[in-house]
């Protein structure tokens, strides 16, 4: 992979503080960064962006949104939105909610995720926003994301004008399925494939599962042949590394953000 096509998502090294991710990704040429919204609320919104556009670096996405079988969904949201147009990112990532009591099942869930969506697009869209429906892992199916497929983020956007509602790509949580590859194409010829992201499948998973996103080339996925997938299905943009890692969190934030540089240089 090419330096220029380089995203390093903020949780990555999250030991860093945000002044540092900044200076060392412009001291190391790279020039895109993944936000998140509790951090950049600690160092303050505003001033996430100044810092972040003074340095030359762009935002590829901003995480998250979702959340939609939980109350207090819609204000929470437009905060998301209004947040992604000052730091300038066009796409909002959404992990969109589990099982509550009012959602008792994965398909009352997925349509109140849907129904949600339909009221927050327009929103979005006229403040030029993307809303990236992220499918995770079934794993994650019960408490955090009722929508575990691509097919299934997917036959949700296409409720909704491509410009306003797509698909996150991430290979952590789609690399199991046989009907993925289709799926990312599919999601390239109707425009919606809003962003694409890195991470490794290692084994045995953490306690609690959360944090087991394994650093480039050290677990059990082909990552080259995903980033083919993606450029064939027409994704030009930028690659975001999103890796949630307890044992790379407790290094050196500046030499896991070398490593991940080499070891996404290596793919």
Not at 1 to 22: E, I
Request: proline share 5%; with cysteine.
């Amino acid at each position: 992979m090419n330096l220029d096509r380089l995203s390093v998502n903020q949780m990555t090294v999250k030991q860093l503080s945000l002044p540092d991710l900044v200076a060392h990704c412009v001291r190391l040429g790279i020039g895109h960064v993944g936000l998140w919204r509790e951090p950049v609320a600690e160092y303050g919104v505003q001033a996430a962006a100044d810092l972040v556009r003074e340095a030359g670096l762009t935002v590829t996405t901003l995480c998250r949104g979702g959340f939609f079988t939980s109350d207090g969904w819609l204000d929470e949201n437009r905060a998301a939105i209004d947040e992604a147009v000052t730091l300038g990112t066009d796409t909002l990532v959404l992990v969109s909610g589990g099982l509550t009591p009012a959602c008792p099942d994965l398909p009352s869930a997925r349509a109140r995720i849907t129904e949600a969506i339909g009221t927050l697009a327009p929103y979005a869209g006229e403040r030029g926003v993307r809303l990236a429906v992220e499918p995770l892992h079934p794993m994650y199916a019960a408490d955090r994301c009722a929508v575990s497929t691509l097919d299934q983020a997917l036959e949700i956007a296409e409720h909704f004008p491509a410009e306003q509602v797509g698909v996150v790509v991430d290979t952590y949580h789609l690399w199991w399925d046989d009907r993925a590859p289709a799926a990312v194409e599919r999601a390239g010829a109707t425009g919606r494939l809003h962003s694409f992201q890195l991470a490794d499948w290692t084994t045995p998973l953490p306690a609690g599962v959360l944090n087991g996103r394994g650093q480039l080339g050290d677990g059990s996925i082909d990552l080259r042949a995903w980033s083919d997938l993606a450029e064939r299905a027409g994704w030009t943009g930028p690659v975001e590394v999103e890796l949630f890692n307890d044992t790379l969190w407790a290094r050196d934030g500046v030499e896991v953000l070398e490593e991940t540089l080499g070891r996404f240089l290596a793919i």
